[in-house]
């Protein structure tokens, strides 16, 4: 997971790089520029709120499914657990 992050902030940093690079060496006048250097950040800010919201999500996901898997098993967890208990005492009687 972190490597498709890496991935993916790599590729939109070298869209900013390589959009800014287009904007700023176009033949368009200074005012035309502005505007687009302006409607490139604004669709920048949409992207990057959009993969925030996108790795949000998934991350409750994740964290939810860990819930559920852990709820799914307590039994089997307070199980072992109280075995783990068990033996400690026994080991502690024994001294």
């Given at each position: 997971?972190?490597?498709?992050?890496?991935?993916?902030?790599?590729?939109?940093?070298?869209?900013?790089?390589?959009?800014?690079?287009?904007?700023?060496?176009?033949?368009?006048?200074g005012k035309e520029t502005r505007s687009d250097l302006k409607r490139f950040s604004e669709d920048f800010s949409d992207t990057v709120a959009d993969l925030g919201g996108d790795l949000k999500e998934k991350g409750r996901r994740i964290y939810n499914d860990g819930v559920d898997k852990v709820?799914?098993?307590?039994?089997?967890?307070?199980?072992?657990?109280?075995?783990?208990?068990?033996?400690?005492?026994?080991?502690?009687?024994?001294?």
């Open positions: 997971m972190n490597n498709n992050n890496n991935s993916l902030l790599a590729f939109a940093l070298g869209a900013l790089i390589g959009a800014a690079a287009g904007i700023l060496y176009a033949p368009k006048s709820l799914e098993h307590k039994d089997k967890i307070t199980e072992v657990f109280e075995e783990g208990k068990r033996a400690f005492k026994k080991y502690q009687d024994e001294d």
